[in-house]
Each structure stands twice: as C-alpha cells, then as structure tokens.
C-alpha cells in the first residue's frame, strides 16, 4: 500500500506560480511511476504529468507542455508539479496518483492505469 498526501495547492493570479507536492509513505514509492492528474468543475478527470520511477523519463499534456515541469526525490518520496504561468483554465482539483513500475523509465497516463491516488488539492487561478 501507498498512501499519497499533495499540498501546495492555493490561490494564484493568472500569470502566477504554484508548487505542488506529492509525499508518499508505506511501501517504498521508488519503486512507482508517479503521475498527476486534475479534474475541473463539471469536466473528467484529466492527465496532466508523469514521471518515471527513475525520474529520467516525464510526459506532459498538451495543454501544460512548456509550463508546467514534473519532478521526483525518491530520497524524500515526494514528487514535485512546477506550475507556472498559470492560467485560468487550470484552475482544478490536482491529484497525485502512483503506479507499481516494473521498468526504469515507463510512462503511463491513462488513471485506469494508476493503483494509489490522494484525496486532492485545490488550485485555483484568477483572471
């Protein structure tokens, strides 16, 4: 089992920055492809970044792609989302999801995909 806590999450006026944090605990998280994931008032859940277990591997949205960076420290088990020049329309709930890799550099973003999830945190941009 993997338990999953974000944070970092807030308010943010467009154009902003906001870091977000993923702290894993229970088994090992070196061992999982991490992901996150958001989901807008009234839309699905949607990929946003993954990461490979190793870290040398990371994927990004189109939507988020130049913006947003993904980041892991299997040291601490955290995983990092770098979101900048943010805008409106990423205003969601984000959500770190983990995977059990069995390949270094594996990349995965669908979240049928994903075993471990956390509860959630809010981002919210102004205009």
């Known amino acids: 089992q993997v338990q999953l806590v974000e944070s970092g999450g807030g308010l943010v006026q467009a154009g902003g920055s906001l870091r977000l944090s993923c702290a894993a605990s229970?088994?090992?998280?070196?061992?999982?492809?991490m992901g996150w994931f958001r989901q807008a008032p009234g839309k699905e859940r949607e990929f946003v970044a993954a990461?490979?277990?190793?870290?040398?591997?990371?994927r990004f949205a189109d939507s988020v792609e130049g913006r947003f960076l993904i980041s892991r420290d299997n040291a601490k088990s955290t995983v990092f989302l770098q979101m900048n020049t943010l805008k409106p329309e990423d205003t969601a709930v984000y959500y770190c999801?983990?995977?059990?890799?069995?390949?270094?550099?594996?990349?995965?973003?669908?979240?049928?995909?994903?075993?471990?999830w956390g509860q959630g945190t809010q981002v919210t941009v102004s205009s």
């Open positions: 999801a983990a995977r059990k890799a069995t390949t270094t550099l594996e990349i995965r973003v669908e979240e049928t995909q994903y075993d471990y």
């Open positions: 990461i490979s277990r190793s870290g040398g591997r990371t």
């Open positions: 229970g088994r090992t998280s070196s061992g999982y492809g």
